[in-house]
């Protein structure tokens, strides 16, 4: 393996058996570091560290619960223990839910009081809890637990955010809130750890084709949604990102020489769409 900048660290991905963040957990291993890949289909995370294995890296997967802190807590010595102590943490954990979709984008009048399809007025608090707790205590529980080893080490700490974090979406409002509380929450971390040696930054994906959005973005036939449609025409590219274009971001915040003096920030990797204003 080449350009082995992250020698001798160890990395943490949650959410590492999904798309973009095994992408991000393979490409810290190729650049030297001991990757710990948390997730809790462990099975996935085990299929993405057994090809870091025999492309020569050092990968091991652990069943987690990122929003179970007595479960992290026993990984934390488990990686500790195996692969040594954190130094970089992507969290990567979260996503959306069907439950928490509504049918439309805008209110209809006489048709959003039924029961039969997903409203604002039906959705459930429960699956609404859900989707904000896995994307925000997924990465509080995480860096509670994991942070402890960076202090005063020159640790790093990448969270995943959102272009809803900057725009909500119609349609997932848990989702879009969520991201927008991940974004605000890593910059009072990079307040918080500055004088510690912790650096806390985000990545904000644009839009890429993940399992969780797939059935919003295709028929089952595979022909765009409409969804998919507006989209496009609101990405200035034309085009859906390719997990390995987050690839430079990651690297970037995460190298100490490249930028030690970069905390704080939420950077867009999006195509032009937040810059885009329709017109």
């Given amino acids: ?5 992250f020698e ?6 949650t959410g590492a058996g999904g798309i973009l963040c095994s992408s991000f957990a393979k490409e810290l291993a190729e650049k030297g570091a001991k990757v710990a890949l948390l997730d809790l289909n462990v099975d996935a995370a085990e299929a ?23 479960c992290l807590d026993e990984i934390h010595a488990k990686v500790k223990e195996e692969l040594g102590a954190c130094n970089i943490l992507i969290n990567g954990a979260g996503g959306n839910s069907p439950r928490c979709t509504t049918a439309h984008e805008y209110f209809q009048d006489g048709d ?12 459930d608090r429960k699956d609404f809890d859900f989707v904000f707790g896995l994307n925000l205590m997924g990465t509080l529980l995480p860096t509670q637990v994991f942070a402890v080893d960076m202090l005063h080490a020159d640790g790093c700490i990448i969270n995943v955010s959102s272009m809803n974090a900057f725009r909500p979406l119609t349609k997932i409002p848990a989702y879009s809130a969520a991201k927008a509380a991940v974004s605000n929450f890593t910059e009072w971390l990079a307040v918080h750890f500055a004088g510690c040696g912790i650096r806390v930054n985000a990545i904000a994906p644009g839009f890429f084709v993940t399992k969780q959005n797939q059935a919003l973005l295709f028929n089952e036939d595979g022909t765009p949604t409409p969804r998919t449609d507006k989209i496009l025409r609101a990405t200035p590219m034309g085009r859906f990102g390719k997990p390995e274009e987050l690839l430079g971001t990651l690297t970037w915040l995460c190298d100490n020489h490249a930028s030690g003096f970069v ?11 937040s810059a885009y204003s329709g017109v």
């Fill in 263 to 273: 905390t704080g920030i939420v950077v867009p990797v999006d195509g032009g769409f």
């Fill in 1 to 5: 393996m080449e350009n082995k900048i």
């Fill in 112 to 123: 959003e009081l039924t029961t039969e399809f997903k409203t604002f007025f039906n959705l």
């Fill in 8 to 13: 001798n660290k160890v990395a943490v991905v």
């Fill in 48 to 70: 993405v560290a057994e090809e870091i294995r025999q492309a020569g890296g050092v990968a091991r997967a652990y069943r987690a619960d990122v929003l179970d802190r007595a």
